[in-house]
C-alpha cells in the first residue's frame, strides 16, 4: 500500500460521501511531494474537525506512514470543490 491508497483509507472513513473524494500525489523538487485531498464542500467539515483536530491527525498519521516508506519530505494540501 502507498500514501496515497493510505490516505484515501484514511479519508472514506471520515466522509459522508467516500465516492466523492479525490487523492493525488504531486512532485514539488526532488525530495518533496505534495498528498493533495480534495472532498466536498458538505465534507469539509468532517475532514477538519473541531479547531482542526481531524485534520492535524490526519497529517501526523499520513506524514508518519510516509516516513516508515522511507519518503522525507510530504506536504499534505486539503480542499474542497
Do not use: H, W
Request: hydrophobic content about 40%; proline content about 1%.
Amino acid at each position: 500500500m502507498d500514501v496515497v491508497e493510505y490516505t484515501e483509507f484514511l479519508v472514506k472513513e471520515l466522509v459522508k460521501d467516500p465516492e466523492s473524494i479525490k487523492v493525488e500525489c504531486f512532485e514539488s523538487d526532488e525530495d518533496t511531494k505534495i498528498i493533495e485531498i480534495i472532498v466536498s464542500e458538505n465534507d469539509m467539515k468532517n475532514i477538519i474537525g473541531k479547531n482542526g483536530k481531524n485534520a492535524s491527525a490526519l497529517r501526523t498519521i499520513i506524514q508518519a506512514f510516509a516516513y516508515v516508506k522511507g519518503m522525507k519530505k510530504l506536504k499534505i494540501n486539503i480542499d474542497s470543490y
